[in-house]
């Protein structure tokens, strides 16, 4: 009995049921507000996007982009994982206890635990496959066309969210409990469960580099792509409209990278502290300041995604695309109008 009511003494000191004394909600409450009003807004763009497409191409027969359909699926997920961890949050400033004493047998802290790692794990499945996506197109486009449809698309969500259950449900199945930290409105992977938080926190690195990897090798492509362009510009005028259709597609292709670029940065910033608390020494001097910082840093990552959608509309994005290929264009233009006026004058000579 001594030894049962001593454990008891000593997790009810490590794990508090009372909110600590000055703690306001203002964070949070901005968080959540945000999160639910930029998913809302980017839902709503994407649908009048969808609408214009669909009418677009309904007398030429083309689809809706995948791009677009992976996009909306992440929007998706974000406001889902807004609005089922948030309310926790709110519900636990407003009632000043911890999330360990909400609910009976940890349920709460459990509950909050596995659904922000869930939902922080199927975010970076999905702008990996977004990644993906975009380097098969443009990398290999024959396969692309052939085996990649907006069928396969619309089967991500599933798959990513059945393999994101599947993993995020390994501390379930070993009766592991979860940790609450300061200030008790946060429960995640405890350091005592040291391979499977590193395991977490590697798997989001590997999805960040292979992330990386595949947008550096779509801008390589699209270099290619320029500098073909560049080449064929002095050709006859019987492909004009190729060439026309070519620039435009560059100019979608550009557009989709610079979002995918801007979201993939957004990501790696907001889990790096995450990975660092990871990484870090259960009895190093990091408890209450990495503790809030690093969950709260991994959380804001799908609040600023709709946003970033919502601000980065085609104008703004035309405006970067001139500002960041200005200088190359002109250049561009000037090696062209070279080149055309020399191949020009010796076809000229040849013909004399």
Known sequence: MGNTSNVSQSENREEPRWLPPGESPAISSVMFTAGVLGNLIALALLVRRWRGDSGRSAGR??????????VTELVLTDLLGTCLISPVVLASYAQNQTLVALGPDRRVCTYFAFSMTFFSLATMLMLFAMALERYLAIGHPYFYQRRVT???????LPTIYIV???FCSMPLLEHWKYAQYSPGTWCFIGHKQTTYLRLYATLLLLLIIAVLACNFSVIVNLIHMHRRGRRSRCGPSLGSSHRRAERVSMAEETDHLILL????????????PFTIFAYMNENSSRKEKWDLQALRFLSINSIIDPWVFAI????????????????D???????????????SNVSKQIDL
């Open 61 to 70: 027969g083309n689809s809706i982009s995948l791009f677009h359909v992976l």
């Open 261 to 272: 670029a801007i979201m993939t940065i957004t990501f790696a910033v907001c889990s790096l």
């Open 150 to 156: 907006r069928r396969s698309g619309l089967a991500v």
């Open 329 to 343: 264009s002109l250049r561009t233009q000037e090696a062209t109008q070279t080149s055309c006026s020399t191949q």
């Open 164 to 166: 994101s259950l599947l």
């Open 312 to 327: 980065l509309r085609p104008p703004v994005l035309r405006l970067m695309r001139s500002v960041l290929c200005c200088r």
